[in-house]
């Protein structure tokens, strides 16, 4: 457990041993620091195992219906088997239906002593006044950093990578527990046909999303418009309709990284700014993107296009800002 994390955990521990009942909204982040808080947080005011204690309404941030929250009634009617608080756990309280929330606020009304109310939101403002006025609502100001390891820190050379444990606590605590694997992907990216191998072994090892990302930022990059068709042809036998939407969304998020750092190098002064300064020297033989391209890339990501086509357009159209 990092510093900054324990010492949010710590906090929020305190805080329900202060109360008679616990009610928390809290916004820290992705789901893998919410699984670490949890872990941590029942291991600091339990002494037993909460299992059996706990109640998820919805554990991967889908809508909350009606029946979620009645279900919360019968769940606290008894007191713990075997913790000492029984725990509701939201992940996305914001995506709870209308119905769902009166019935929350009944059930949150006056709760039995034991119960720990905790409501994971992006997005505090979004839910609704009668709810948040009835609950603590604490922000965890993480920085990524702080989740990696003084060991890891030492062994990282690589520039991606150190860009990548800076992007976000989800990516800095998978470098920290998986630096081989990260720099096993990311060390051979040496051209256009070890950097596509390099992709689509990922694709089918289950590297996280965030990495396959900088390896598609490095084809891009490294792509000329004569390897357009060899590269959409073997994007295309290597997806299929259960992935080709992955394979979208991350090459969208690819696209949008370097988009934004070229606008940012070639339109401001703040070149500080660039997520990927290693890339500067590429940048610079580049035109800048018009403001269509960033529009459409950006309607891309909620539009229902053809996978494929999109998959081939975006890339030839990325490939076209190169001068050379």
Same mark, same amino acid.
């Given at each position: 457990?990092?510093?900054?994390?324990?010492?949010?955990?710590?906090?929020?521990?305190?805080?329900?041993?202060?109360?008679?009942?616990?009610?928390?909204?809290?916004?820290?982040?992705?789901?893998?620091?919410?699984?670490?808080?949890?872990?941590?947080?029942?291991?600091?005011?339990?002494?037993?195992?909460?299992?059996?204690?706990?109640?998820? @309404?919805?554990?991967?941030?889908?809508? =909350?219906?009606?029946?979620?929250?009645?279900? *919360?009634? &019968?769940? +606290?009617?008894? /007191?713990?088997?075997?913790?000492?608080?029984?725990?509701?756990?939201?992940?996305?309280?914001?995506?709870?239906?209308?119905?769902?929330?009166?019935?929350?606020?009944?059930?949150?009304?006056?709760?039995?002593?034991?119960?720990?109310?905790?409501?994971?939101?992006?997005?505090?403002?979004?839910?609704?006044?009668?709810?948040?006025?009835?609950?603590?609502?604490?922000?965890?100001?993480?920085?990524?950093?702080?989740?990696?390891?003084?060991?890891?820190?030492?062994?990282?050379?690589?520039?991606?990578?150190?860009?990548?444990?800076?992007?976000?606590?989800?990516?800095?605590?998978?470098?920290?527990?998986?630096?081989?694997?990260?720099?096993?992907?990311?060390?051979?990216?040496?051209?256009?046909?070890?950097?596509?191998?390099?992709? @689509?072994?990922?694709?089918?090892?289950? =590297?996280?999303?965030?990495?396959?990302?900088? *390896?598609? &930022?490095? +084809?891009?990059? /490294?792509?000329?418009?004569?390897?357009?068709?060899?590269?959409?042809?073997?994007?295309?036998?290597?997806?299929?309709?259960?992935?080709?939407?992955?394979?979208?969304?991350?090459?969208?998020?690819?696209?949008?990284?370097?988009?934004?750092?070229?606008?940012?190098?070639?339109?401001?002064?703040?070149?500080?700014?660039?997520?990927?300064?290693?890339?500067?020297?590429?940048?610079?033989?580049?035109?800048?993107?018009?403001?269509?391209?960033?529009?459409?890339?950006?309607?891309?990501?909620?539009?229902?296009?053809?996978?494929?086509?999109?998959?081939?357009?975006?890339?030839?159209?990325?490939?076209?800002?190169?001068?050379?």
């Amino acid at each position: 457990m990092k510093e900054k994390l324990l010492e949010f955990t710590n906090k929020v521990a305190e805080f329900i041993d202060s109360q008679s009942a616990t009610r928390l909204i809290l916004k820290i982040g992705s789901d893998v620091v919410k699984e670490k808080f949890l872990k941590s947080l029942t291991d600091i005011v339990e002494e037993k195992e909460v299992f059996y204690d706990t109640l998820w @309404l919805n554990r991967r941030g889908e809508s =909350i219906n009606v029946s979620n929250a009645r279900g *919360v009634s &019968e769940f +606290l009617r008894y /007191s713990p088997s075997v913790a000492k608080h029984k725990y509701v756990i939201a992940n996305e309280v914001a995506n709870a239906s209308r119905e769902a929330v009166a019935a929350l606020l009944k059930i949150t009304e006056e709760p039995p002593k034991y119960a720990v109310f905790i409501f994971f939101t992006d997005f505090p403002l979004r839910v609704i006044s009668t709810i948040r006025s009835r609950f603590t609502i604490l922000s965890a100001e993480l920085d990524p950093m702080s989740f990696v390891s003084a060991d890891v820190l030492e062994r990282v050379t690589n520039p991606l990578i150190e860009s990548l444990m800076k992007s976000s606590p989800e990516a800095a605590i998978y470098i920290d527990e998986h630096l081989e694997r990260v720099e096993e992907v990311l060390s051979g990216l040496k051209g256009v046909r070890s950097t596509l191998k390099a992709l @689509l072994d990922g694709l089918k090892d289950d =590297i996280p999303d965030f990495v396959l990302s900088v *390896v598609f &930022e490095q +084809l891009l990059l /490294s792509m000329k418009r004569e390897d357009i068709p060899y590269v959409f042809q073997k994007l295309r036998r290597a997806t299929n309709s259960n992935n080709s939407s992955k394979v979208l969304k991350i090459l969208l998020d690819a696209i949008l990284v370097l988009v934004e750092d070229i606008i940012t190098l070639k339109k401001t002064a703040y070149w500080k700014g660039i997520k990927r300064r290693s890339y500067i020297p590429k940048y610079l033989e580049m035109n800048s993107p018009k403001v269509e391209f960033v529009d459409w890339v950006i309607r891309m990501y909620a539009a229902n296009v053809n996978q494929d086509l999109s998959i081939f357009l975006l890339i030839s159209q990325f490939t076209l800002l190169k001068r050379k």
